[in-house]
């Protein structure tokens, strides 16, 4: 589930949910682009990262995910 949070009222707002499958849920922080994301793994892995100021969540074509780690290579 995902809430926006008003800055001064902390009123939540715009309240979408996304079913990420049955097994429990781990999920591992990245980066993108210089930018922080979360890699969500269940059932189906999920992609949440933002993208020109809009909070997307994307799934992600390969199901046999169990772990992920973030590296950095040349």
């Given amino acids: 589930m995902r809430q926006l949070v008003d800055n001064v009222t902390g009123v939540m707002t ?3 949910q996304q079913f990420l499958g049955t097994r429990g849920i781990k999920l591992t922080k990245i980066k993108i682009n210089g930018e922080d994301a979360v890699i ?3 059932n189906k892995p999920w992609l949440c990262y933002n993208h020109m100021g809009a909070n997307r ?3 992600i074509s390969y199901e046999a995910l169990q772990n992920v780690c973030a590296f950095n290579s040349s």
């Fill in 40 to 42: 969500a793994l269940s």
């Fill in 57 to 59: 969540v994307t799934p």
């Fill in 14 to 16: 715009d309240s979408r």
